[in-house]
T-cell receptor, first 112, second 113 residues
Framework: KAGVTQTPRYLIKTRGQQVTLSCSPI?????VSWYQQTPGQGLQFLFE???????NKGNFPGRFSGRQFSNSRSEMNVSTLELGDSALYLC???????????FGPGTRLTVL | SQQGEEDPQALSIQEGENATMNCSYK?????LQWYRQNSGRGLVHLIL?????REKHSGRLRVTLDTSKKSSSLLITASRAADTASYFC?????????????FGAGTQVVVTP
């Protein structure tokens, strides 16, 4: 089976812009979780989607949003980018939410 | 904020030696997992231990879990240079749990030939 894929791998944006990141889960996995990784805060849970529904959300401002499509592919959007949004964004898919998660390579976002 | 602490923050050993790292967490859990990350790339799942288990083995990995102390340890035996990576423990909380793993800060392991 193909692994989790994320596009793009690298992204450079300026403050105030918005960005959309994409994640394709492993075939058959319906749960997709997103995480933000920074040197200061480490790995933090953003949200989880299952069958096109957001079931769980971390403590991030409303500028962070996501969605999931009927084929389980997921996107996350960050609006009005801030310098502090620079991070590695990881998505993970799972056949059983909260159990073993399979991570993609991440999208490294740099906000200038 | 992160779920807990990992100890040590960094570990440097030679090939063939054992590496032990510890993880403490704060809330009740369904399971605890260990992941490896190479150079800021995606995480790779290593092993999962359920809350009602005390020890688990997988190849050169041995994990223990003490839910009364809210702590876990990961032992890598006979380390290889390829084991150089950051290792994270992650807990699946008992509540508010859908798809959510809470990660520790990680232990950076360097294995020198």
């Amino acid at each position: 089976k193909a692994g989790v894929t994320q596009t793009p791998r690298y992204l450079i944006k300026t403050r105030g812009q918005q960005v959309t990141l994409s994640c394709s889960p492993i075939s058959g996995h319906r749960s997709v979780s997103w995480y933000q990784q920074t040197p200061g805060q480490g790995l933090q849970f953003l949200f989880e989607y299952f069958s096109e529904t957001q079931r769980n959300k971390g403590n991030f401002p409303g500028r962070f949003s996501g969605r999931q499509f009927s084929n389980s592919r997921s996107e996350m959007n960050v609006s009005t980018l801030e310098l502090g949004d620079s991070a590695l964004y990881l998505c993970a898919s799972s056949s059983l939410a909260g159990w073993e998660q399979f991570f993609g390579p991440g999208t490294r976002l740099t906000v200038l | 904020s992160q779920q807990g602490e990992e100890d040590p923050q960094a570990l440097s050993i030679q090939e063939g030696e054992n590496a032990t790292m510890n993880c403490s967490y704060k809330t009740s859990i369904n399971n605890l997992q260990w992941y490896r990350q190479n150079s800021g790339r995606g995480l790779v799942h290593l092993i999962l231990i359920r809350s009602n288990e005390r020890e688990k083995h997988s190849g050169r990995l041995r994990v223990t879990l003490d839910t009364s102390k809210k702590s876990s340890s990961l032992l890598i035996t006979a380390s290889r240079a390829a084991d150089t990576a950051s290792y994270f423990c992650a807990t699946h909380p008992l509540t508010d749990s859908w798809g959510k793993l809470q990660f520790g800060a990680g232990t950076q392991v360097v294995v020198t030939p």
